[in-house]
Structure formats: C-alpha cells, structure tokens
C-alpha cells in the first residue's frame, strides 16, 4: 500500500531565510502525482505545489520548489524567503490514476521566527 | 470562481441532534470528496462522488453518517444523531480529474456537545 512519511513534526525558520520539509513516499507505480499542501491557522487547505511523477524537471511556483528524486521517492519542499504568513501546517500527499485517493503524511507545524 | 463553498463554518449542538453540512464544488469539477480531520486520525476520506454518484463510501464512520450530491453543484453530509466523538472539522473537495488536485473548501468545525 502506498503510504506517505514526513519525519518532521515541527520546523522553524527565521525570517528571510530558507527551510526546507521533507517527504518520502512508498509505491510500486511509475506514474503518479504529489503535491504539498499547506494548512494556516485558518484552516483552509491551500495547493501550494503539484508534480507529475512522470516529469523530470522539479516544479517551481514563486517561493516555492520541490526537490523530486522518483528514484529515492522523495519529494521535499523547499520555502526560499520565507515569510510570517509561511507559518502553517503542510501536509504532502499523493495520489494515482488507478486510486481516486489522497494519500496524506502527517504534516509538518512550520514556525517563522521574526 | 468562488471556489468550494461549505455552510455552515462553525455548528454546535447537542449530543443526538441532527446536523447538515452543505458543500457547492467548483464549477465543471466532476469529483467531489468529503473528509474529516481531527488531530488523533489526521485528514480522512469519508466519501467520494463522481458525476453526482457516490463511488466510495468505504470511509463513512457508521450509519449515522449519509451524503447526498442531488446535482453537480450541490452535495450534503449529514450525521444523525450526532455524538461528541463526531466533533472535527469537515472538509469538502472537488476536482476535474480524480487523481489530479483537489480543491478545498474553507471547513466546517463541528462541536458535538
């Protein structure tokens, strides 16, 4: 069964700087999606970053970038300047075409130090 | 596009009342999901419609929960009758594609007193 890790429970980060959370993945498919999500004190699910397993090249969106190593199955999250409104909970997770489901780590609380 | 609509954003009530929650996906998005989230079990996937039709309910605790989605732009979750151990935040999603990225309302935090 495909499963999800993120090891770290907590981060913190000063302000301006560069964190990054980890993820590693369990599956036998060749073909899938990841994803980090991130999770504010309000409560709203946010997509903050999407990768297809089946492209090469590491998914950028502003601040954010993931480190996609398929061989590894690791997918971290890298936060450049990092920002107050960062701090939040974020989840990675993974899905597949043949499984309608999220799969979902346990999160990992990310604190920004001002 | 507003985004996933959910009703209410907070519910309270008492121990074996009935409770609905509303959710209005995304325009065009085929999939809908409802999952609950509580700090002991994390994110869970209760049910999942596709095209209005409920696909998998696997994740649906016990009877007392049901859902509906009458329409493409309209699903519900409902708990009859409710008990404390319920009291969790509600999630619903949609997406275009079942495997791609899900779309998240704000939630509904429910408090079973």
């Known amino acids: 069964a495909q499963t999800v890790t993120q090891s770290q429970p907590e981060m913190s980060v000063q302000e301006a700087e560069t964190v990054t959370l980890s993820c590693t993945y369990d599956t036998s498919e060749s073909d899938y999606y990841l994803f980090w999500y991130k999770q504010p004190p309000s409560r709203q699910m946010i997509l903050v970053i999407r990768?297809?397993?089946?492209k090469q090249q590491n998914a950028t969106e502003n601040r954010f970038s993931v480190n996609f190593q398929k061989a590894a199955k690791s997918f971290s999250l890298k936060i450049s300047d990092s920002q107050l409104g960062d701090a939040a909970m974020y989840f990675c997770?993974?899905?597949?075409?043949?499984?309608?489901?999220?799969?979902w780590g346990a999160g990992t609380k990310l604190i920004i130090k001002p | 596009d507003a985004g996933v609509i959910q009703s209410p954003r907070h519910e309270v009530t008492e121990m074996g009342q009935e409770v609905t929650l509303r959710c209005k996906p995304i325009?065009?998005?085929?999939?809908l999901f409802w999952y609950r989230q509580t700090m002991m079990r994390g994110l869970e996937l209760l049910i999942y419609?596709?095209?209005?039709?409920?696909?998998?309910d696997s994740g649906m605790p016990e009877d007392r929960f049901s859902a509906k989605m009458p329409n493409a732009s309209f699903s519900t979750l409902k708990i009859q009758p409710s008990e404390p151990r319920d009291s969790a935040v509600y999630f619903c999603a949609s997406s275009l594609y079942r495997a791609d990225e899900q779309f998240f309302g704000p939630g509904t935090r429910l408090t079973v007193l």
């Open positions: 997770a993974y899905s597949e075409d043949s499984n309608y489901q999220l799969i």
């Open positions: 325009s065009g998005h085929d999939y």
């Open positions: 419609f596709n095209n209005n039709v409920p696909i998998d």
């Open positions: 990768q297809e397993a089946y």
